[in-house]
Nanobody
Framework: QVLAVESGGGLVQAGGSLRLSCAAS????????MGWFRQAPGKERELVAA????????YYVDSVKGRFTISRANARNTVYLQMNSLKPEDTAVYYC?????????????????WGQGTQVTVSS
């Protein structure tokens, strides 16, 4: 069973940057599809970005395109979410998911595991 452990997050002013990391551990021979989700108070959890295990395909929700970048270091099954030009509306708990199904920009979490979540707060 895959496990996902996040790090990063914190408080930043609008226009600033943060980087989140997520390390997936499981079967040594597998590179996992991985995704970043976020959930703001009173809102549903939404997919922010996803990356295929090969690293050759990525997805971004429209609201973060051009500001966020998802990348991976396959040797360690680690995925990063670089967040630039942060806005107050980016404030949320960010969750990593590892081992989902990814195709054509759609990431499904019926398989795999969630990380514990990390708070990102952007002040105006």
């Amino acid at each position: 069973q895959v496990l996902a452990v996040e790090s990063g997050g914190g408080l930043v002013q609008a226009g600033g940057s943060l980087r989140l990391s997520c390390a997936a551990s499981g079967r040594a021979s597998v590179t996992y599809n991985m995704g970043w989700f976020r959930q703001a108070p009173g809102k549903e959890r939404e997919l922010v970005a996803a990356i295929k295990g090969s690293g050759l395909s990525t997805y971004y929700v429209d609201s973060v395109k051009g500001r966020f970048t998802i990348s991976r270091a396959n040797a360690r099954n680690t995925v990063y979410l670089q967040m630039n030009s942060l806005k107050p509306e980016d404030t949320a708990v960010y969750y990593c998911h590892a081992g989902g199904q990814y195709s054509d920009g759609n990431y499904v979490t019926s398989l795999g595991s969630w990380g514990q979540g990390t708070q990102v707060t952007v002040s105006s």
